[in-house]
């Protein structure tokens, strides 16, 4: 059965099932791999994309969902590296393996449309991402950096 999505500006015509999850269809029909999986229940966080805006679990959701609505993955970001959430993770060095890095700044980013100037509460309330290394000291500083990069935008 064939679908449309609308990735990054992009319309991509799948060839697949919608019940598919939307990661598998992001990485493995599209072919963006910025996307990444690791738990498949939606708890880690390593797949995180935005569906029409809103942050989501892209291994748990059928692609269905997506259908009609814009679709943004890290590739969507800034090619060139100069989104201030990208600059901020350059600047305090945030990824160690890098891993989990596409996931959690899909959530800071949708965090900072959500709250502008956010606490470490609410980073800490809304980015759950899981990081095996550890940096979550370095995420927190980099999302207020990009947090008063943004002002002006």
Request: glycine share 10%.
């Amino acid at each position: 059965m064939a679908f449309d999505l609308m990735v990054n500006g992009t319309l991509h015509a799948v060839d697949g099932d919608p019940q598919t999850p939307l990661l598998w269809v992001i990485r493995d029909h599209i072919g963006l791999t910025g996307t990444k999986f690791s738990c498949g229940i939606g708890q880690c966080g390593a797949c995180t994309l935005h569906v029409d805006g809103r942050a989501i679990r892209s291994c748990s959701v059928a692609a269905a969902v997506a259908i009609g609505k814009p679709v943004v993955t890290i590739e969507g970001i800034s090619p060139e590296g100069s989104h201030p959430i990208q600059v901020a993770w350059k600047e305090f060095d945030t990824p160690q393996c890098g891993y989990c890095q596409s996931g959690m700044i899909m959530s800071a980013l949708a965090l900072l449309r959500q709250r502008p100037a956010p606490s470490d509460a609410d980073i800490d309330a809304q980015v759950t991402n899981a990081c095996r290394c550890s940096t979550y000291h370095r995420v927190r500083q980099a999302i207020h950096l990009a947090a008063d990069l943004m002002k002006g935008q």
